[in-house]
């Protein structure tokens, strides 16, 4: 199973770009990567997903290099409401297992 | 659409009790996922459905956690014997097949005293 390892914590203010990288050294040939955003005392919920390059949607853009052991959750021009917990997780389509790490809390200042 | 539901929102139960834990998940959804959540911790993927099948059940954590799906709907986790290491949300999740984007319930918040 591919372990991730992301940042604990990090700062930003409102109207920057937020990029938040995740390392998952032991990735496997058919696994992908997906991101899940959560407040508190609620669900995780789904920001976006990818296999390799690049995929972009409304809310965020994530980036995946040829090696695809790590991968780049970009948030453009955050907001106060942007504050969460930002989970990557390498989906295991082998056996299926998802692993959610620790996560990283970002914390969007005015 | 409803989205997933889970009940009880909140459970306090004493130590040695059995416990259940409902998720009814969006309708049409094949696959169902549980987790649990330790204060300030990330998930920890305990089972998941396609169908009313579990293939793998080794993220339960003991053998006092058992999990079934009826119907290819609602699905029950049962701890039995609860431990006070066993407090934390229970969240569920859906998704209309097992490797798609995952839409999760509000939880269960359980404290077992």
């Known amino acids: 199973l591919a372990k991730t390892t992301q940042p604990i914590s990090m700062d930003s203010y409102e109207g920057q770009e937020v990029n938040i990288t995740c390392s998952h050294n032991?990735?496997?040939?058919?696994?992908?990567i997906t991101w899940y955003q959560q407040f508190p005392s609620q669900g995780p919920r789904f920001i976006i997903q990818g296999y390799k390059t690049k995929v972009t949607n409304e809310v965020a853009s994530l980036f995946i290099p040829a090696d695809r052991k790590s991968s780049t959750l970009s948030l453009p021009r955050v907001s106060l409401s942007d504050t969460a917990v930002y989970y990557c997780?390498?989906?295991?389509?082998?056996?299926?297992?998802?692993?959610f790490g620790a996560g990283t809390r970002l914390f969007v200042k005015a | 659409g409803a989205g997933v539901s889970q009940s009880p929102s909140n459970k306090v139960t004493e130590k040695g009790k059995d416990v259940e834990l409902r998720c009814d998940p969006i309708s049409g959804h094949t696959a169902l996922y549980w987790y649990r959540q330790r204060l300030g911790q990330g998930l920890e993927f305990l089972i998941y459905f396609q169908g009313n099948s579990a293939p793998d059940k080794s993220g339960l954590p003991s053998d006092r956690f058992s999990a079934e799906r009826t119907g290819e709907s609602v699905s029950t986790l049962t701890i039995q014997r609860t431990q006070q290491e066993d407090s934390a949300v229970y969240l569920c999740?859906?998704?209309?097949?097992?490797?798609?984007?995952?839409?999760f319930g509000p939880g269960t918040r359980l404290t077992v005293t």
């Open positions: 999740a859906s998704s209309l097949r097992v490797f798609d984007e995952q839409y």
């Open positions: 997780l390498v989906v295991d389509t082998g056996g299926f297992k998802t692993i």
């Open positions: 032991n990735i496997a040939t058919n696994d992908y």
